[in-house]
């Protein structure tokens, strides 16, 4: 099996909204939260939305990428009460997103156990005069990325080496019946 970047945001936004109670929108987004200080969005909050952006790539050997992605997941919360009580939900809602996030695969094949980095408030006048409460959970996981050699090939080794770690470089590989 293998992923991409939207995979990756789709398949952690479907288990938030599975896991997380209460939750009125919960889903990918790719756009620039500037656009919701200008209004051009429009949702029902209590809101996460997940974005995934490749970071550092290793090859895999198999024709794939093994790629160290960042997600994050942007809290909203809107309230008619106080700045703090809208502040304090996003706050908690965060903290569940990056609780249930840690050591995570979402599903993801093979990938290696989400890192949570951060949690962070983003306040800005804009949002706050419309009410609203932003925070942002970080975390990575490696994904690998790409299709395999091996996948649906039906190849069968005729030969296979075996080596220590010296192996490749001496050219003593042993062969196994």
Partial sequence: MSADLQEV???????????????????????QFSALESGRV???????FVASSGGPMTPAGTDQID?????????????????????????????????????????????????????TALYSVALEKKGLALWVVEWEQVVRLGASVWDGAAVIPTRVFVGGPKAAVAGSYAEIV
Wanted: proline content about 4%; hydrophobic content about 55%; glycine content about 6%.
């Fill in 42 to 48: 429009t949702f029902l909050a209590p809101a996460v």
């Fill in 67 to 119: 790629c160290a992605c960042k997600v994050l997941a942007y809290v909203i919360w809107q309230a008619a009460r106080s700045r703090a009580d809208r502040s304090l939900s996003a706050a908690a809602l965060a903290q569940a997103v990056a609780v249930f996030a840690e050591g995570r695969q979402f599903g993801l094949a093979p990938a290696m156990p989400a890192v949570v980095k951060r949690t």
């Fill in 9 to 31: 945001a789709d398949r952690t936004a479907a288990a938030i909204k599975a896991a997380i109670g209460g939750l009125a929108t919960c889903e990918r987004y790719a756009g």
